[in-house]
């Protein structure tokens, strides 16, 4: 399809154990970001990319959290030793242009379950 | 510390009506403003936006206004559809490259 693409759709994982999520943004555009939504809030900043590079991981949490895009296109999200904490949805959310405008076009996410 | 709130977290209207969405921030350093909608088990889908320089901006049944000097937006929907109902965040950005989103208000509307 056209829009952004995220797998898994769904990820239960044991306490400890390390997880990649994967985003696939729209063709062409420069800007990627990851968010965390947790039950009943809104969507948190984690980092953005433009391009390849990470221009702005702020969001990370801990170093547990680990984002890259190596070919400024396809992202992965990865998280080590994870714990019940992360559970959560992750948006992935690409858009064209420069950032602090336009529109973030988002993925469906992907539910991570941490037992 | 939410720089973008929503306070109410829900909200019912009867199809037809005006349903009104409050959005408060505390950052005077944003300048552009956004809202989006969020089905269940779906990524939010932008809905509307408005830049620092207006007050108000309308699209079809979709109304933003905002006011700057309170730190306050609305989003109107009228006439309100069942097919509106959904959880509606609204987002700012200003600096850096982040977008600050609130909590959300789902919208019910009854037919």
């Known amino acids: 399809g056209a829009g952004v693409s995220q797998t898994p759709s769904n990820k239960v994982t044991e306490k400890g154990k390390y997880v990649e999520l994967r985003c696939d943004p729209i063709?062409?555009?420069?800007?990627l970001y990851w968010y965390r939504q947790s039950l009943g809030q809104g969507p948190e900043f984690l980092i953005y990319?433009?391009?390849?590079?990470?221009?702005?991981d702020s969001g990370l949490p801990n170093d547990r959290f680990f984002a890259v895009r190596p070919e400024g296109s396809v992202s992965t999200l990865k998280i080590q030793r994870t714990e019940r904490g992360d559970s959560a949805v992750y948006l992935c959310?690409?858009?064209?242009?420069?950032?602090?405008?336009?529109?973030?076009?988002f993925g469906e996410g992907s539910r991570l379950t941490v037992l | 510390d939410q720089q973008v709130k929503q306070n109410s977290p829900s909200l019912s209207v009867q199809e037809g009506r005006i349903s009104i969405l409050n959005c408060d921030y505390t950052?005077?350093?944003?300048?552009?403003f956004l809202w989006y909608k969020k089905y269940p088990a779906e990524g939010p889908t932008f809905l509307i936006s408005?830049?620092?320089?207006?007050d108000k901006n309308e699209d079809g049944r979709f109304t933003v206004f905002l006011n700057k000097s309170a730190k306050h937006l609305s989003l109107h929907i009228v006439p309100s559809q069942p097919g509106d109902s959904a959880v509606y965040f609204c987002?700012?950005?200003?600096?850096?490259?982040?977008?600050?989103f609130g909590t959300g208000t789902s919208l019910t509307v009854i037919p």
């Open positions: 408005i830049s620092s320089i207006k």
């Open positions: 959310a690409s858009s064209p242009g420069h950032p602090n405008t336009g529109e973030l076009f």
């Open positions: 063709s062409g555009h420069t800007a």
């Open positions: 987002a700012a950005s200003g600096f850096g490259n982040q977008f600050y």
């Open positions: 950052n005077s350093m944003f300048d552009y």
């Open positions: 990319f433009q391009g390849t590079g990470a221009a702005d």
